[in-house]
Structure formats: structure tokens, C-alpha cells
């Protein structure tokens, strides 16, 4: 087993590059749909809800890579790479995961923050982006705790990986579970920076032990 941190880093990376061009685009003014207002004081919450959004999705894009075990799924006819993923990492390259994502996503947020147009209420989390340590560390344990609820999911996808509808099912409410953490973080814009941090860090703390006990209990019950 490895902790792939290669792949950890560019997947952190890409959603981080993802999250400032999306924001950089509202921010501008421009429209992500044709009918769209594209008011830029929107583009702080967007940068909120893209940070729960992404990090949550990315596991998924970690867990696409090429190997000797996924080619083995192929001739198997096993399911896609990310159903037995865990077998192949290690537990340290899945709690890895995590803080990576943090540290690309807050940093991505820092960056938004300094062009953004609306620089937000006084005493909120995006005013105070730029003036202290808290909302960037609120920023990097939410996209962490984000992280791990959707580590967490697919661990729990492998055990149905065999029954079609299900598979269909659990994909459609990973979805659903990106979206509704995205809608979720959205609060985070307007939060004080310390509720926003206590929040965030006590989100924390309880899906670290969670997705330990999920992932094991998935290889447990996930083997043949």
C-alpha cells in the first residue's frame, strides 16, 4: 500500500486552480449560465460553496488513476477504480487526503480574496480574510472535514459496487451529498471568524475517527 501523494497534491491543485476560475469569472461580472445575474457580490459566497463542493468531489478524482490493480478490475469485471481504492492506499494516504485539500483550497481562497470586489461585511469571515489567521485556518479544516465525509462516502460505495441499482443510487446521492455541503458552506461567508473556526474544527474532529471506522468496516465487509 502507498500513500500515492503525487496524485493527493495535483488532484489538491487542480481544484484549487478550478475554484479561483470559476470565482474570477463571477467576480468579473461574467455569467456561468446564460441566465445568470453574475452579480459579483455574489462570487464570495460562490468561493464558499465551490470550497465544500470541491473537496468533496475530489476524492473521486484521486481515486481514478490507472494501476496494475485497477487493470485487474477490467478483466474481473470488479467496477471502476474507486470502489476498491481503499485495499491500495494506505491508511495514511487516505487521512493525507484531507489536510492537502485544506492547504490548496485555503490557499485558492486566499488568492480569490485578495482581487475580489465584494470584500464583505465588517466582522465577517470574508472581511477578515486578509486581517488575521482565522478564517484561513476555519477555510483549511472545513475543506479537510469535506474532504473526509466524501472519503467516507465511497468507503461505504464498495460494499454495494455489485448491485447495479445501487451503484447507480449511491452515485446519484454523491451528488447530492456534493451539493448539499456546498449549499452548507455558503454560511461561512458572513460567520464570524471564531464560530466560523469552532464550527469548522469540531467538523473535524468528528469525521477523522469517522472515516477511519467507515474505511474499515469497508474492508471488512467488502471482501469476496
Given at each position: ?8 497534491i ?11 476560475g ?7 461580472g ?72 485544506g ?72 451528488v ?49
Open positions: 500500500m502507498t500513500m500515492h501523494l503525487g496524485r493527493t495535483t488532484t489538491g491543485v487542480i481544484t484549487a486552480g478550478l475554484l479561483i470559476l470565482f474570477a469569472v463571477m467576480n468579473a461574467q455569467p456561468l449560465r446564460s441566465d445568470d445575474n453574475a452579480d459579483p457580490s455574489n462570487a464570495p459566497g460562490l468561493a464558499f460553496g465551490l470550497l465544500g463542493l470541491l473537496s468533496v468531489f475530489s476524492v473521486a478524482v484521486s481515486f481514478g488513476r490507472r494501476s496494475a490493480m485497477h487493470e485487474r478490475q477490467q478483466r474481473e469485471g470488479s467496477g471502476p477504480t474507486f470502489q476498491t481504492v481503499l485495499h491500495e492506499y494506505s491508511l495514511s494516504g487516505i487521512l493525507v487526503m484531507g489536510p492537502v485539500q492547504v490548496c483550497l485555503s490557499l485558492a481562497m486566499l488568492v480569490c480574496r485578495s482581487f475580489a470586489v465584494d470584500t464583505g461585511t465588517p466582522g465577517s469571515m470574508w472581511a477578515e480574510f486578509l486581517s488575521g489567521p482565522l478564517p484561513c485556518l476555519a477555510v483549511f479544516a472545513a475543506a479537510w472535514a469535506s474532504t473526509n465525509i466524501g472519503l467516507a462516502y465511497l468507503s461505504l460505495a464498495m460494499l454495494v459496487r455489485k448491485i447495479v441499482v445501487l451503484s447507480i443510487l449511491g452515485l446519484l446521492l454523491f447530492a451529498l456534493g451539493v448539499g455541503i456546498m449549499m452548507a458552506f455558503g454560511w461561512l461567508e458572513a460567520a464570524n471568524p471564531l464560530a466560523g473556526l469552532l464550527f469548522a474544527s469540531l467538523t473535524l474532529l468528528v469525521t477523522i475517527p469517522l472515516l477511519i471506522g467507515v474505511r474499515k468496516l469497508a474492508l471488512v465487509m467488502g471482501t469476496d
